[in-house]
């Protein structure tokens, strides 16, 4: 026996052949046996607990390189490993943004010295995020991205975008859109409507996104490319993707949980952490959110975590920067439709983990015998009460402060390498 062998005992496995009660025994950075009585020279009682994949984030901005006062890739991975995430895939909009294969290789070097998880970035559409021409994909493939986006700000041009597809494609990349048409949306802050009148706030219709989206989803069919949407958010997007794969176009999309669980009633305190783009939306939008999340429509749950510093965030509502904290909050969340009985428990861990895997093509997101050891640890009903002082992103931008949720990560294991242990189990 390997003396450096770690049996996890007892806890419920979420494995690829089905959830167990069962041990799980971790060797050379890998899962080399799952069953019942293992042995092993380290042994840790998981008893009530979930043994689930690492999770995996395909939407997390780490600000480095450009913007280290909001975020940076150690704080930000250390946030990542406490959230239970073993994999996050940050966006280009850095300064300088990541367009080139330097920047991919600076940021792809920085994860190594300094990240607790892994971190897989995404390259730019466009040069400088600028929506006119294409940027080096070819070169920035070779660097280590995994996709390519504008991020939150959408390629409006659909010649170009027709062209970005048919290039990404020739690398078997996903193209990310951040769906909106600014020309509809000109600039509001929240989303249009009932909410947006009584506090005057200028609004965003919720057509601005799906218009975006049904262009897009014709240019797909077009080009047969893989086009992946970032942070769903109206019921209409949710039927155009559930009919698009009907179809059988290569479409996937993530949802975030705060979109999951707040309305744009929560702007109607003026709180600037609520808000975000896309915008929060109605009730009737969260339950075809919901839905769609139930039955695959949406594939996977994403944070979309945006750090800002008060500076950005202690302004007018209609001036400050949208966004909010993601990866210390996801799970809790998430986990609160699972208790209210609303969401399957391993349907919510697959959106977690194989689905985004899938999604991007990226190893991990599975438990099995011969796997990479990249585990999480959940107690599913461990409160945790969202301070401040207790984030370990250097941002604290959320509007979950002071609340206290229930669920986490107790324990994060990256190649059978503890980055996280809540109780200090393996001390």
Not at 275 to 303: N, S
Not at 369 to 392: K, M, N
Request: proline letters at 5%; aromatic letters at 4%.
């Amino acid at each position: 026996m390997d003396p450096g062998d770690l049996v996890l005992r007892g806890g419920r496995v979420f494995a690829v052949s089905g959830d167990q009660a069962a041990d799980v025994r971790i060797s050379g950075g890998r899962i080399v046996e799952i069953g019942r009585g293992l042995v092993g020279s380290r042994i840790v009682d998981v008893r009530d607990l979930w043994v689930v994949p690492g999770l995996i984030d395909l939407h997390v901005h780490l600000r480095e390189p450009g913007q280290e006062y909001k975020e940076d890739i150690e704080t930000g991975t250390r946030a990542a490993a406490a959230g239970g995430f073993t994999t996050i895939c940050c966006m280009p909009n850095t300064r300088p943004v990541n367009d080139q294969r330097t920047v991919t290789e600076l940021i792809v070097r920085r994860a190594r010295e300094v990240g607790a998880v892994r971190v897989k970035p995404i390259g730019a559409i466009t040069q400088g995020l600028e929506g006119k021409v294409l940027a080096d994909i070819a070169d920035m493939k070779e660097g280590g991205i995994v996709a390519i986006s504008d991020d939150g700000r959408p390629v409006m041009s659909s010649g170009l975008m027709r062209r970005a597809f048919e290039y990404a494609r020739t690398f078997d990349l996903p193209v990310v859109q951040h769906a909106e048409d600014l020309d509809l949306s000109e600039g509001g802050a929240m989303n249009e409507g009932a909410v947006a009148t009584r506090i005057g706030i200028k609004g965003q219709p919720a057509c601005a996104e799906s218009a975006m989206v049904a262009r897009d989803l014709e240019i797909v069919e077009y080009t047969g490319a893989r086009y992946h949407i970032a942070h769903v958010s109206t019921a209409r997007t949710v039927a155009l993707v559930r009919d698009a794969k009907r179809r059988g176009l290569d479409v996937t999309c993530e949802v975030t949980p705060h979109h999951l669980t707040l309305t744009d009633e929560a702007c109607s305190h003026y709180d600037t952490n609520t808000k975000m783009m896309p915008p929060l939306r109605t009730q009737a939008d969260l339950d075809a959110l919901l839905e769609g999340l139930v039955d695959g429509t949406i594939d996977c749950v994403a944070t979309d975590h945006a750090p800002h510093s008060p500076v950005e965030k202690d302004v007018e509502f209609e001036c400050a920067a949208p966004g909010l904290l993601g990866l210390e909050t996801a799970l809790p969340l998430i986990l609160d439709f699972v208790r209210m009985g609303t969401l399957d428990d391993r349907r919510a861990i697959a959106a977690l983990t194989s689905a985004p895997a899938k999604a991007f093509g990226l190893p991990g997101g599975s438990l099995a015998v011969g796997a990479v050891a990249d585990l999480c640890v959940i107690d599913p009903e461990r409160p945790l009460t969202i301070t401040a002082e207790g984030l370990a992103s250097k941002s604290k931008n959320t509007p979950f402060l002071g609340q206290t949720l229930a669920g986490r990560a107790v324990l994060t294991l990256l190649e059978g390498r503890a980055i996280h242990d809540l109780d200090r189990r393996l001390a």
